[in-house]
């Protein structure tokens, strides 16, 4: 499995962006899909998760202003992300987590909330 993210930039605070991640592979063995983001000096850590069956669940920081979505039959995962903050800043990561409990990431994309 191969994760490529894209939809990163800069905007400015109270706007909107939308993350896309791409999997090619084996794409059958995914079992749930996430977004991750580090910020600088900070852990990385879960935004956004969605099973395969459609099952949400956000970080309380990003509930009412973040959606997950999948697209099974395209293979897209995405992020909008709406009413951001300046604290959004990070970079974002894809995550596919397979059956078989292991995790595949894909490279991050940056996005920067200017004041």
């Known amino acids: 499995v191969q994760l490529q993210a894209s939809g990163g930039g800069l905007v400015q605070a109270g706007e909107a962006l939308r993350l896309s991640c791409a999997a090619s592979?084996?794409?059958?063995?995914?079992?749930?899909m996430g977004w991750y983001r580090q910020a600088p000096g900070k852990q990385r850590e879960l935004v956004a998760g969605i099973t395969s069956g459609g099952r949400t669940n956000y970080a309380d920081s990003v509930k009412g202003r973040f959606t997950i979505s999948r697209d099974n039959a395209k293979n897209m995962l995405y992020l909008q992300m709406n009413s951001l903050k300046t604290e959004d800043t990070a970079v974002y990561y894809c995550?596919?987590?397979?059956?078989?409990?292991?995790?595949?990431w894909g490279p991050g994309t940056l996005v920067t909330v200017s004041s």
């Open positions: 995550n596919a987590r397979l059956y078989s409990g292991i995790d595949v």
């Open positions: 592979g084996s794409i059958f063995i995914i079992n749930v």
